[in-house]
């Protein structure tokens, strides 16, 4: 599956943000779809990923403030942002994998380019 992120850009603290995942190839109703974020200087973290169901996780830096969706009609998959902080600039990545459950980045085999997310303060 080939993947394709879109949606970053330059906003304001407390701002919100939709990011896409455009998805094409293989099955993408059979994937896991993740989100990871890496900033300047730090490895990249997982954000939130969706079972092929709809089943959702979140780390705990993007419960109550980020959304992730999907829909496998339209092979895509969403991060909504909101609440942004400063801390959250960053390049957000989308990824996928066959298999549930996974948080790491080494256990992800589909990526997309990143798109950029700044935050001012």
């Known amino acids: 599956v080939q993947l394709q992120a879109s949606g970053g850009g330059l906003v304001q603290a407390g701002d919100s943000l939709s990011l896409s995942c455009a998805a094409s190839g293989r099955a993408f109703s059979r994937y896991t779809v993740a989100w990871f974020r890496q900033a300047p200087g730090n490895e990249r973290e997982f954000v939130a990923s969706?079972?092929?169901?709809?089943?959702?996780n979140y780390a705990d830096s993007a419960k109550g403030r980020f959304t992730i969706s999907r829909d496998n009609a339209k092979n895509m998959g969403y991060l909504q942002l909101n609440d942004l902080r400063p801390e959250d600039t960053a390049v957000y990545y989308c990824?996928?994998?066959?298999?549930?459950?996974?948080?790491?980045?080494?256990?992800?085999?589909?990526w997309g380019q990143g798109t950029l997310v700044t935050v001012s303060s």
């Open positions: 969706t079972s092929v169901n709809g089943g959702t």
């Open positions: 990824a996928a994998q066959s298999y549930w459950g996974a948080t790491h980045p080494s256990q992800y085999g589909y």
